[in-house]
């Protein structure tokens, strides 16, 4: 009985070892999901400011307590668009120092920075649009300005972590979103 019993049991232990063989287990690589982006249809925005421009008509814009200083939201990407409008006073170069040290205090998480220039000579709309590249907190900033009377700056927010890779189509589209804001701005 002895020997039939350990001859179960060893076999037992056979079977289970040889269960217990195979391959490691590996683990699935993230995987994000698939964003769809919506066609282009624009709507004209002013809201009572000294500039225009057209923005995409599924955005909501918010004021903020500074006068033509707007959120405007792109909710379905849970976006934001920061605006602050500054009339010019002799002070063109404090504005332009501050703004590229607003940009480039980004520096510490971005890989890189790419800048874009925005001339247009007939409506007096001149600029630059900055890429950074990385994880920074911030894809994609702009100013603008007519050099005597208007400054406007806009940054790009999402409500996520940073992470370059998930939100590579969504920054792309929104750093397309705001060359038209650009190229559609007209002082008032």
């Known amino acids: 009985m002895k020997s039939k019993m350990s001859k179960n049991v060893l076999l037992l232990m056979v079977f289970l070892g040889l269960a217990a063989c195979g391959s490691d287990p590996i683990p699935k690589p993230v995987g994000y999901f698939r964003i769809d982006l919506p066609p282009d249809t624009f709507k004209s925005f002013g809201d009572n400011c000294p500039y225009t421009f057209k923005v995409h008509e599924f955005t909501v814009h918010r004021p903020k307590r ?43 998480k971005a890989d890189g920075i790419k800048e874009k220039l925005f001339i247009n000579e007939e409506d007096k709309v001149y600029g630059t649009l900055y890429q950074l590249v990385g994880d920074a ?18 940054v790009v927010y999402f ?19 705001m060359i038209h804001l650009i190229e559609t701005t007209r002082w008032e």
């Open 66 to 108: 500074e006068n033509c200083w707007f959120d405007i939201h792109y909710p379905r990407f849970n976006a934001m668009v920061q605006l602050t409008y500054r009339p010019v006073d002799n002070n063109i170069d404090t504005l332009l120092n501050d703004m590229h040290n607003l940009v480039f205090r980004h520096t510490v």
């Open 137 to 154: 907190a911030t894809h994609t900033q702009f100013f603008l300005t007519d050099s005597n009377n208007h400054f406007l700056r806009g």
């Open 159 to 177: 409500n996520a972590v940073p992470n370059e890779d998930s939100l590579r189509p969504v920054n792309e589209y929104m750093y397309q979103q």
